[in-house]
Nanobody, 124 residues
């Protein structure tokens, strides 16, 4: 089972950029698809982006398409989320997750547990 630790959140102004990181334990990291989700106050957790183990397949939520980029480094067991042109509505706790495929992660089906998350706050 993959253990996940997120980092990189913070408080920024609208239009700014942030890069989130997720460090994963385990020797089989490259066999997992990885993804990012977020949960805003009073709302359900929602899918943001996912990437296959090979990095070939990537999916994005419509709300972040063109602004966010997911990437991974299988040698370092990390997955990143580059967030550009941030908006106040991007404010949320961001979580990374592992799954069987980029598609199943997009559908909300993950493997193992959630990390502790990292807070992103975008002021207007």
């Amino acid at each position: 089972q993959v253990q996940l630790v997120e980092s990189g959140g913070g408080l920024v102004q609208a239009g700014a950029s942030l890069r989130l990181g997720c460090a994963a334990s385990g020797r089989t990291f490259s066999t997992y698809a990885m993804g990012w989700f977020r949960q805003a106050p009073g709302k359900e957790r929602e899918f943001v982006a996912s990437i296959s183990g090979s990095t070939i397949v990537r999916y994005y939520a419509d709300s972040v398409k063109g602004r966010f980029t997911i990437s991974r480094d299988n040698a370092k067991n990390t997955v990143d989320l580059q967030m550009n042109s941030l908006k106040p509505e991007d404010t949320a706790v961001y979580y990374c997750a592992a799954g069987n495929s980029a598609v199943t992660i997009r559908e909300g089906r993950i493997s193992g547990s959630w990390g502790q998350g990292t807070q992103v706050t975008v002021s207007s």
